[in-house]
Structures are given as C-alpha cells and as structure tokens.
C-alpha cells in the first residue's frame, strides 16, 4: 500500500468515525427526555414535574434546595406529569421569604430556590434541568444543564 492510499484510508476512516457519530448524536436528540415544573393547577396544589421531551426521562431525582426535599421515581414517560407535595411548594415560597428577612445577606439561590432534576434517557445518557419559581409571575423558568455520557 502506498503513502498516498494509506493517508486516504485514515481521512476515510475518521470521516466515517465523524459521521458515525453525528448519526448517534441525532438519534439521542430524537429521544431525548426534558423535565420541567408547574405550578400546580390550584394554590393548594404542589409543583408538577412534566416530561415535555420526546423520550422517557429514567431514574429521575428531584431535589428542592439544601436538600429541604428530595425524591426518586423510576421513570416519567414523555408527556407524563407527577404531582409533587403540598410541602414542596411551602418550602420554596418559605426559603425565599426567609430569604428576604431585613438585615440578611441572602445568596440569588436562596432569593430564587430551585427544583433540581436529574435523569437519563433510555440510551443512558445523563441529563439535568433547574427550574426557579419566580413569585412575581407565579411560574417556574426551566434551565436545562450540561449532560454527562
């Protein structure tokens, strides 16, 4: 084999390399989960976690900040909701009101408590989303994290 045919099959090789993985990444986007949170449908009602993603979201973890609440669930299939508790909801409002006590020096974590989730999709690909209430427009605004393989 000749320089000139070698140096063709190695560009040929990390091309199909290339392509091979491009292929797996658009696969993983087509069946990707994305969890978000609700508010629930009343004022007495706990947050809601939605899979809005195209793929059930696996052994997902939810945790409220400093750990003040925290639960797993085996799976959330696309388009399922979960309701979570009452006591979720006052744990957020009461960490951002104590937040706000005169006098305190409160981190932007603590002012906006978040809902943290982490799950996988059905390829095991790891995913994480952040979701903060913010009181004024009664809503969760959902930040999707860095994956991990």
């Known amino acids: 084999m000749t320089g000139q045919n070698?140096?063709?099959?190695?560009?040929?090789?990390?091309?199909?390399?290339?392509?091979?993985?491009?292929?797996?990444?658009?696969?993983?986007?087509?069946?990707?989960?994305?969890?978000?949170?609700?508010?629930?449908?009343?004022?007495?009602?706990?947050?809601?976690?939605?899979?809005?993603?195209?793929?059930?979201?696996?052994?997902?973890?939810?945790?409220v900040a400093r750990g003040l609440k925290t639960g797993v669930f085996p799976y959330l299939e696309q388009r399922q909701a979960h309701n979570l508790e009452q006591s979720v909801m006052n744990g957020l409002r009461g960490m951002a009101v104590e937040a706000r006590l005169p006098g305190r020096q409160s981190a932007e974590d603590e002012l906006h408590p978040r809902l943290e989730c982490e799950y996988r999709s059905l390829s095991g690909k790891r995913y994480t989303s952040s979701s903060r209430y913010d009181f004024n427009l009664g809503q969760f605004i959902t930040a999707f994290g860095p994956t991990e393989g």
């Open 6 to 63: 070698l140096r063709y099959l190695i560009i040929y090789v990390k091309a199909t390399e290339t392509i091979a993985k491009q292929s797996l990444e658009q696969t993983e986007a087509v069946f990707r989960p994305a969890v978000v949170v609700k508010p629930g449908m009343t004022a007495a009602a706990g947050p809601v976690l939605l899979n809005i993603g195209n793929g059930p979201a696996m052994e997902l973890k939810w945790s």
